[in-house]
């Protein structure tokens, strides 16, 4: 049992009033490391990828040029049409070029034009409080507003929320207890960092994806993303490369369209109330009657301006949500109970019913707006689609115990146990698993009460802990049936159409997971207090988890639902605090925190060994495997290694093996294509590290916290290595960043930016050589077939193209480390002295310089990619998929105490 209670007034002569203002600053401040050196440009010639038609024709594995004009004979940046755009053009050197809209510009990097996409975002709380009592009344009103504006173009918060609290007394022994709130939420396009095509129009899409995938490096965002340049002047939407007539050609314009014209906006508001009744029945009993309801009611819009011609196209989507919760309790508790010498007790019994629905409501349009720029249902150039109903439904009664013993105040013995009844568990006819409980039981002794201890030893405490957890699982889990897919609406007489509302299939009867967990501690306080530390030891393991079992196809059903699994976690928490300096006017407190967590797999379904969970970052996900950790990472395209099954001894084994194109002239690893256990998402051990400070009136809080160990998968070293825009892909490209210069017995042509690919040849592998004939270098490393003649060195653009290729690449390189040591937070308070603040007629004045997140002392991610990019909320989130700068806010505080 939780209770959540607000603030109540205190009694006092006079009102008390609290005043408080926040003012914060968000600062993009770093993006990830670029190369600078080469900017737009094409691969070269290659089997899959439409090259602009006007490089010369002697240029098929040239790059670093560009192409030219055959009627002006000027040279312009390649403008990657129909395609994504790469970096495999010339070196910068301030070049005259055509630009991708005909202008003239010169060609050279754009060293910021990552972080040149955001700008300062702020944040400002403002929050007003009054209280006060009297003999029998206390109450308490607080009101807080937030404004806020993010980093991207057209994202903002706005959030007003009040509290009142009355407590009043109608005898005795007997008062009441009155809580309500309210809070409205305003939430206008916020960032997405998920991976997804760079269309979508949700806050722009995904920044990360836009700045390794589609701008090179010489794109400058200033100029680009202005209304001009983004909306096209002949013909309205955003500009289409693909139309020959449209002047301008730049790629991917729609991304700075979208977030300019596309409004995503999420409306929330919410309801809390709780009424309570406390009768104090004896000196040691107190009878306690509540109900509270908690309603939230949502809405949501988009608004899509169309980006084809005359903008055409475009999209509005509507959508209505509620959720309504509500319960009813009553808790009768016994306080400090005297049941024998020496021994006391406390406890409650009580119990209480909860209930919570959810519904929504949706319309979208089809097929575009008739009208471009007016936002309703019934604009829509197809019949539009709505769809609702009941998503959430679900009841649960619970009834709950504690006894807890005390001894001579150094022996604690406190035990508890719940009940609960969930309709989630609860099949058609009223039978199934439906009941799980809850026990728990503490024991702690306070050594230095029981013994003399040394005067080192100021407290001494041991305990120990063990509960048993339980859970259901969602409603409509285990009671599928039919439910509206959606209607199309005006064409009359159309049926509304139905689909059953689960493609799994259920195991019979059910149980509620269940989590046993056990814990050990020590806590010890030295030198007055001066030196501490708590240690703590705990196992957790968590069996019949409700999990869906894929099954074969021809079952009909992609899986069935089945209690399955026992997950350990096992782990140490370790704390150690201490005052290294303490004087009459300056004090100094630090703690450093440590903690490691090793889960495994101990058992799953009979006769499954592993089973995904969820998390992925393209192609690599997370799993679980039985005697390895929760969050494994596989992937299917880890490169492949080489095996000689008839000598063991041969020193290739283990090299990767080499996939080879012809058409390319290209060596690069071969893909497993099957799955390969090759990380593991778990840290090692997190720790932290608090200082506080205080001198006078003074005082300073500094905050670190840190990870280590763990991986993570990113995909933007992926993608940013397939198109050239990450420093990695420097090597090669010319003879001064370590590449081979040689004349290609292919064509002639002198060719300064090869490389000898480290891997060896499979079984088989013929190439092509120069006369057309073809030779075996199966078993043999690429320096070996090169330096017998049989390859030419692989061109670097090849290489990188093939090797972070979405057909194949690889993922050996971009799954790495992620370990970091982040300043969290400082803060400098200073209380102005109270002979000041009662000239001023108010009680107290504090002013706080806060700065949060300034920065990372260490990162092991490359090219100071961000750490806190995940993809997702989940457990099981494997890694990236797009990222957002470093960010850290600074600003102040004010509070006034009247």
Sequence with gaps: ???????????????????????????????????NE?????????????????????????????????????????????????NWGPRFANQKVRNYDGTWTEYKAVPNNYLDAFRNGTLSTTSFAFSGAGDKTTYRFAATRDGQTGISVGNKMERNNFNLRITHQLAKWLGTDLTAGYTSTNNTNPQNLAWAPYTDTFAG??????????????????????????????????????????????????????????????????????????????????????????????????KALGQFTDFSGGSYT?????????????????????????????????????????????????????????????????????????NYNKKINSVYASADFDYKNQLYLATTWRGDWSSALTYKDGTGNNFYNYPSASLSWIASETFNLPAVITFAKLRANVAALGKDTDPFVINPGYKFAAKVIGLPGEPTRAEFSSSTTLSSKLKPERKISTEVGIEARFMKNRIGFDLTLYQDNTYNQIVDISTPIETGVSGVKINAGNIQN?????????????????????????????????????????????????????????????????????????????????????????????????????????YQDIGNINARFRGGFSNDISYKSWSLNVLFDAKIGGDMAMSSIRSGTHTGVLPNTLFGRDAE????????????????????????????????????????????????????????????????????SSS??????????????????????????????????????????????????????????????????????VGEEGFLPMIRSLGGSLKVQL
């Design 1 to 35: 049992m939780v209770l959540i209670t607000t603030k109540k007034g205190i009694k006092s002569d006079r009102i008390g009033i609290d005043f408080s203002q926040n003012f914060m600053v968000y600062n993009p401040y770093k993006g990830p490391e670029f190369q």
């Design 570 to 674: 096992r782990g140490i928490e370790i704390s150690l605090d201490g005052r290294p300096v303490q004087t009459k006017n300056f004090l100094w407190n630090s703690r450093l925190t440590f903690s490691r967590n090793k889960n495994l797999i101990v058992s799953l379904a009979e006769g499954r060994t592993d089973f995904f969970l969820g998390g992925a970052a393209f192609d690599a996900s997370s799993w679980a495997v039985v005697g390895k950790s929760y969050g494994t990472i596989r992937s299917t395209t880890q490169s492949l290694k080489y095996v000689n099954a008839e000598n063991n001894a041969d020193p290739r084994t283990g090299m990767t093996v080499l996939a080879w194109r012809n058409d390319a002239r290209a060596a690069f690893p071969q893909r497993s294509n099957k």
């Design 38 to 86: 080469f900017g737009g440009g094409s691969v070269g010639a290659f089997f899959t990828d439409a090259r602009d038609p006007n490089y010369q024709p002697n240029q098929m594995w040239t790059t670093k040029v560009f192409p030219v004009d055959p009627i002006t004979n000027e040279p312009y940046i390649d403008p990657a049409i129909n395609r994504e755009n790469e």
């Design 808 to 877: 194949t690449g690889v993922s050996d390189f971009w799954i790495v480390k992620s370990s970091w040591i982040a300043l969290r937070q400082v803060m400098l308070s200073y209380n102005l002295p109270k002979s000041v603040a009662a000239k001023m007629k108010v009680s107290g004045i504090s002013i706080s310089l806060i700065g949060r997140d300034l920065g990372y002392i260490y990162n092991s991610l490359p090219f100071d990619l961000n750490p806190a990019s995940l993809n997702s909320n989940l457990t099981s989130a």
């Design 737 to 804: 960043h370590g590449g081979i210069t040689w004349t290609s017995k292919y064509d002639g042509i002198t060719y300064d930016d090869g490389m000898i690919i480290d891997g060896v040849f499979a079984k088989g592998q013929k190439v092509t050589l120069p006369d057309g004939s073809s030779a075996d270098v199966g078993g043999m490393t690429f320096k070996e077939a090169y330096a017998a003649g049989l390859v030419e060195p692989t061109h670097a653009p090849q290489f990188y193209y093939r090797y972070a």
């Design 318 to 390: 509507i959508n209505q949500s509620k959720k309504e919760s509500s319960f009813i309790k009553g808790i009768l508790m016994f306080n400090n109970i005297t049941i024998a010498k020496d021994l006391g007790f406390s406890g409650f019994i009580g119990g209480e019913m909860y209930n919570t629905k959810s519904s929504f409501a949706q319309g979208t349009t089809s097929g575009g707006l008739m009208v471009p720029g007016n936002y309703f249902i019934a604009n829509s150039v197809n019949s539009p689609i709505v769809t609702g109903g009941i």
């Design 205 to 302: 899409d995904n920044w990360g994806v836009a700045y390794t995938w589609m701008f090179p490096r010489n794109y400058d965002t200033k100029y680009w993303n202005q209304k001009s340049k983004y909306t096209s002047q002949v013909y309205g939407g955003s500009p289409r490369g693909t139309n020959p007539l449209e002047p301008n050609k730049v790629m991917a314009p729609e991304f700075w369209f979208n977030m300019h014209n596309t409004v995503a906006t999420m409306e929330g508001r919410n309801f809390i109330g709780r009424f309570a009744v406390n009768a104090d029945l004896a000196k040691w009993a107190k009878l306690v009657v509540e109900g509270n309801m908690n309603n939230n009611y949502g809405k949501y819009e988009n």
